[in-house]
């Protein structure tokens, strides 16, 4: 075998067990499907009570079957699935799809017995798909490992899509809507409760294998964060796309998630980022699944967002032109000089970008066929969409269409034009033989363009950075609750600057301090019992001259003792007051999942209001935390407003990355960092505030 999964995946020997004389019957339709479906393999059907099934002879059980097969289908009831793959784990069977239901999915009482079945598969080394799945299957070698009625949904010959679900209905949901819309499916697997494989798995076996141009995954909660980083990071550096429908983005959904499939869902904000991270496409609906799937199977990727629009409808190209704006393209118009030449052919077309050459250009070849070679070889565009209507299936113009674009693809191989048409299936698929993708819909033919698009950036720039290592003489996580003094220390160690500070045990000392600074400063009650100063007034601002130092130490400790009387107070902090700069928030929290993850975000109101943040996985570069500071909708406060001079991104991203190898060395002894405000300056950034909270 070329992988580890390929029993799993591409079998050349199956039981079925519990098979059943009756199709329609779950236990039947494994064995109608791979008779139909010409299985390439040996077949055994598993049933003590018959002497055949299905016209193939039947065992009494696995220990009966003549060979040691390489994957079985269990279909049985829950009261002896144990026993069933006990014996299939004790008879050397390779791979395991369990149909059966009734564990963990249903609470504690089906907890034990699932745990059973993952440590059988952990004993024996036997891959288990499920339990309470909906089977796997491969087309081309007619491996069908499901009771869904796939061979009902098949309108497409195998292609270079793998679909990976946890959920079982709604991954035949799925199949038959991409099989509508075009997709070349070939492997599919629905892994269900996952005792042993789950959806990171897969996709990793799909990112290995090379028939597999194409990734579709369908996840409810994700169990081992390190292998799905790692799955998505083959993905990424084999150039294969992964298009991710991660659900339970509401409390609601979370629960329901959880609940389904006995599975963790992490923080829907953590998942942005890690899609964003390694490059995954978080689709929302099954709609933009299937048509990103169908657009990325024809393998062509913009290098740029500068894209060329051609129309035969004035207001199809204005929407075009909206569409694409929206959605980040570079509207850019024509050259002057190419503008003079398609009007030179085409006397009435708009000639900007989007070109409308109306729908009188195919009354004669040259007319659209010039006109479209002056724009892909002076427009510098990097994808193309041109709308067409009904035209290239008419039975005026049809022929003629075909030939003209059956010439500019053999003139242009590797350009990147997708068509929106009105046409039948087959009238599409003419201009889909040809490398064309084909979209009715032309605002859904901008949705796919923008995704063909990501995954053309993701691919240009690779993997990112690795992260730097912490400097030397870093201090470690503190162990127990700390003050902002001292987590500004740590930090401070980690190479995250910080703002200049004193702190003082007496009033006489607060004195000392800010005649050292030499102008205004900030006083700030120190101490590990109040976290939130500023909730109880415990920061004054602008402090300058000894008496307003002398009272204002006076006033913080009178407010930390009202307000929390045991309060361990370690004395207060006399700092440097920064001026100018933009006000950021940093933060690690520690997800469920994935463990710690950098937040970041512009700070003030920004956070609190808008809740204008992102994230990431710990550790990362430089490189990836500039990508997440270019991912807040507030970016341009960065880039200076009002005349103030832009920000020093440099540091920021520096910054950001220190503190995400900080948590990472950290992550079993950080709950939660906080650095609000990070101040970013035009040379520069400090951390004027600090808190870390230890795990329990």
């Not at 892994?191 to 369908?218: K, L």
Request: hydrophobic letters at 45%; proline letters at 6%.
């Amino acid at each position: 075998m070329a992988h580890y999964l390929d029993p799993l995946m591409r079998p050349q020997s199956v039981a079925v067990i519990g098979a059943s004389d009756a199709p329609a019957r779950i236990g039947g339709r494994p064995v109608y499907s791979m008779l139909e479906g010409k299985y390439q393999g040996r077949l055994y059907p598993v049933n003590p009570g018959r002497d055949t099934v299905q016209g193939l002879k039947a065992y009494p059980s696995i220990k009966d079957v003549p060979e040691v097969v390489d994957s079985v289908v269990i279909s049985v009831p829950a009261a002896v699935a144990l026993d069933v793959i006990q014996e299939c784990a004790d008879a050397g069977v390779k791979s395991a799809v369990v149909f059966t239901s009734g564990f963990a999915e249903i609470g504690e009482a089906g907890l034990d017995a699932q745990a059973e079945i993952g440590r059988i598969a952990r004993e024996s080394g036997m891959r288990i798909v499920g339990p309470n799945c909906l089977g796997v299957f491969t087309l081309d070698i007619g491996w069908f490992g499901t009771f869904a009625n796939t061979l009902a949904s098949l309108k497409v010959p195998p292609g270079p899509i793998g679909i990976v679900t946890q959920s079982g209905a709604y991954g035949g949901h799925l199949f038959t809507i991409s099989q509508n819309r075009g997709v070349g499916t070939n492997h599919w697997v629905t892994t269900g409760n996952e005792v042993d494989v789950d959806v990171a798995e897969v996709i990793e076996y799909y990112a290995e294998v090379d028939s597999i141009r194409v990734i579709v995954a369908y996840a409810e909660g994700i169990k081992d964060a390190d292998r799905m980083c790692r799955a998505l990071d083959k993905a990424r550096a084999a150039e294969k796309p992964v298009i991710f429908m991660k659900v339970g983005a509401t409390e609601a959904g979370a629960r329901a998630a959880a609940s389904h499939t006995a599975s963790l869902a992490g923080a829907d904000a953590v998942f942005d980022g890690l899609f964003l991270q390694y490059g995954a496409y978080r689709a929302e609906t099954t709609e933009e699944m299937a048509d990103l799937a169908y657009a990325c199977q024809f393998g062509r990727y913009p290098k740029g967002n500068k894209i060329g629009l051609q129309t035969i409808s004035g207001g199809i190209g204005v929407q075009l032109a909206d569409a694409s704006t929206k959605r980040g393209f570079d509207v850019a118009p024509l050259p002057d000089a190419t503008q003079k030449k398609i009007l030179e052919l085409i006397p009435f077309a708009g000639v900007n970008n989007p070109v409308d050459f109306t729908g009188q250009v195919l009354n004669e070849r040259r007319f659209l066929e010039d006109s479209m070679r002056h724009v892909l070889n002076e427009g510098g565009y990097d994808a193309h969409i041109l709308y067409m209507a009904s035209l290239p299936v008419s039975q005026f113009t049809g022929a003629l269409s075909l030939e003209i674009f059956t010439a500019l693809r053999e003139e242009y191989p590797e350009e990147l034009l997708m068509m929106s048409m009105i046409a039948t299936p087959e009238g599409r698929n003419k201009y889909e033989a040809l490398g064309y993708p084909c979209f009715e819909d032309h605002s859904l033919a901008v949705r796919a363009m923008a995704g063909l698009r990501y995954f053309g950036e993701v691919f240009e720039r690779g993997r990112p950075d690795a992260a730097p290592a912490l400097p030397p003489g870093t201090l470690p996580a503190p162990a127990e609750a700390v003050g902002e003094h001292e987590a500004k220390q740590i930090i401070a160690s980690a190479g995250i600057p910080v703002a200049r500070e004193t702190l003082a045990d007496d009033a006489e000392a607060c004195v000392t301090a800010w005649r050292e600074f030499g102008g205004p400063v900030v006083m700030k009650i120190a101490s590990p019992d109040l976290p939130h100063k500023t909730e109880i007034g415990g920061v004054l601002l602008n402090v300058d001259g000894e008496d307003a130092v002398r009272e204002g130490h006076a006033t913080l400790l009178e407010r930390a003792r009202t307000a929390k009387p045991d309060a361990r107070i370690d004395g207060v902090i006399v700092a440097e007051m920064i001026k100018g700069g933009v006000e950021t928030v940093m933060g690690v929290v520690r997800d469920p999942v994935f463990g710690p993850v950098v937040m970041f975000g512009i700070g003030g109101v920004f956070v609190e209001v808008l809740k204008d943040v992102t994230f990431r996985v710990a550790p990362f570069g430089p490189d990836e935390a500039r990508r997440m500071i270019d991912g807040i909708r507030g970016r341009a406060m960065l880039d200076g407003v009002r005349g103030a001079p832009p920000s020093d991104i440099d540091a920021l991203a520096d910054a950001l990355s220190k503190l995400s190898v900080f948590a990472a060395a950290n992550a079993e002894s950080v709950e939660t960092i906080d650095v609000n405000p990070f101040i970013v300056l035009p040379k520069g950034a400090v951390a004027v505030d600090a808190l870390i909270i230890p795990r329990e």
